[in-house]
């Protein structure tokens, strides 16, 4: 039964920040999961599942693995406050579990095939949708004990925990919270020659996309962060000769680079932002356009989003597209996939699907499928055919980004196009009113009063 009086008898909440808290129970909600960094007199880390209104808690010293081979001790304590979940920052000596909590991953949970865990006996078998750790995973009774184990299945992967050294919740590290350093105070990027100006029509400078990119990190990093990039640069703008660039050519403490292998078997050099600081320093460096990878570096052979562009031919009506969009959703829905829409910036829209993969081989088989369905289906409407010619009054359903090395434009870039549009995602119910090219850099201030309608995206 859920209880927090022991959570209350442990600490000292005059001088501790950790919430007192209460139980509170829901009707109809996902249940919640987060795992915290604990970093007191044994690092160790905190595993957390919701259930009747409170964390019911999991000490893990080594942290869970993403092996099945390997079997995790978990030490059940006391059930905690479902506050404690937005909780980072640092215990005083002294108090109960005295030391630096950083929040290490957060999403949902879901018993496997039962609807009342056994927390007292088990086993209890669940999946975990987070933005680290997703997957099948079981808690076994072991004698006084629990262990945690991975279930075998497509998110086994050698991922060591160490290869995640960031907050998701702030990209601080452990020694900033320790220390209350606040992410952005750290960033001592200047801007050089801001009065430039890159959009010419628009009279946007070089200072104006510098600031733009600092409003929006926060809402652009959980696409940038350890995932593969290129990005487009413009040093003398859009007017003159523009490069795309694949490869790390000015190192950066918030950049970081993977080397791997190509078809013929030769190792390239790419990168990746680790940091907000990894994205501005390319900003300084004039590039203004970021495109990214459909995995991230440390799991790079299995995809976790699929991508759909929908490419019109030239003069089709934007009724036509919007209809396009509709038909798409319509499919996922049908294959109760969770689909998120963005602009393109261009003429097009841009549709895409969180999920897990095991292979790109697979990931291009799924968007292949899909895209062909749409074909079947509305043969008049649609092609899969990327030439030009052969898209006469149809949308091009561009499937072939879900591909080993393709890239998309990354959610709330900016386009180097005439308007300084930006690939900006929206709610599903603002298709018919915002144009592919509605949102631009100018405008987009209003947006960011709002909530971000990708807010979930890893979480669902």
């Keep these: ?28 909600k996902k249940l919640k999961f987060v795992v915290q960094h604990h970093l007191a007199r044994k690092d160790h880390y905190d595993l957390r599942l919701e259930w009747n209104g409170v964390y019911v808690s999991f000490a893990v010293p080594k942290g869970p693995s993403f092996n099945p081979m390997d079997k995790r001790l978990a030490i059940h304590v006391e059930d905690h406050p479902l506050s404690y979940g937005n909780f980072e920052g640092t215990i005083p000596k002294g108090q109960y579990g005295g030391g630096t909590v950083m929040l290490f991953d957060k999403g949902y949970w879901e018993p496997f095939k039962e609807t009342s865990p056994d ?70 990027i200047e801007v050089t020659s801001p009065e430039k100006v890159i959009f010419e029509n628009e009279k946007v400078t070089k200072g104006t996309i510098f600031s733009y990119y600092q409003k ?33 050519n000015n190192p950066s403490h918030g950049l970081g680079k993977k080397r791997i292998k190509g078809k013929t078997d030769e190792k390239t050099d790419y990168y990746y932002v680790k940091e907000e600081s990894g994205l501005l320093s390319e900003v300084q460096m004039n590039s203004y356009e970021f495109h990214i990878w459909g995995s991230l570096q440390n799991t790079v052979k ?76 509305y043969p008049d409407k649609y092609t899969t055919n990327m030439r030009k010619d052969k898209r006469k009054k149809k949308i091009f359903i561009d499937y072939f980004r879900n591909k080993f090395g393709a890239t998309s434009v990354a959610p709330y870039s900016l386009r180097l196009k005439d308007k300084a549009t930006i690939s900006c995602p929206i709610y599903w119910k603002e298709l018919d009113v915002i144009p592919p090219d509605g949102v631009t850099i100018k405008n987009i201030k209003e947006r960011l009063k709002k909530k971000d309608p990708w807010a979930n995206f890893f979480y669902s």
């Design 119 to 188: 927390f007292e006996k088990g086993p209890i078998k669940f999946t975990i949708k987070g933005k680290r750790f997703r997957g099948s995973w079981s808690l076994v009774r072991f004698k006084e004990e629990w262990l945690i184990i991975k279930e075998k299945d497509e998110f086994v992967s050698d991922i060591d925990l160490n290869d995640f050294d960031t907050s998701i919740k702030t990209g601080r590290k452990m020694d900033e919270i320790a220390n209350g350093i606040k992410k952005r105070k750290e960033e001592k």
């Design 302 to 377: 299995k995809p976790d989003l699929v991508v759909f562009d929908l490419d019109p031919d030239e003069g089709l009506s934007l009724k036509k597209v919007r209809e396009g969009v509709k038909d798409l959703k319509a499919i996922l829905d049908k294959l109760k996939l969770k689909a998120y829409l963005k602009t393109s910036g261009g003429k097009g829209y841009h549709v895409y699907v969180p999920l897990q993969m095991s292979s790109w081989k697979n990931c291009e088989k799924i968007a292949k499928d899909i895209a062909d369905l749409m074909v079947e289906t």
């Design 1 to 28: 039964m859920a209880n927090l009086k022991i959570y209350q008898q442990k600490r000292d909440f005059k001088k501790t920040k950790e919430p007192k808290g209460k139980i509170h129970l829901k009707k109809g």
């Design 216 to 248: 929006i990190a926060k809402r652009m990093m959980p696409f940038l962060e350890n995932r593969l990039i290129s990005t487009v640069r413009s040093p003398n703008g859009i007017k003159e000769e523009k490069f795309f660039m694949k490869h790390l």
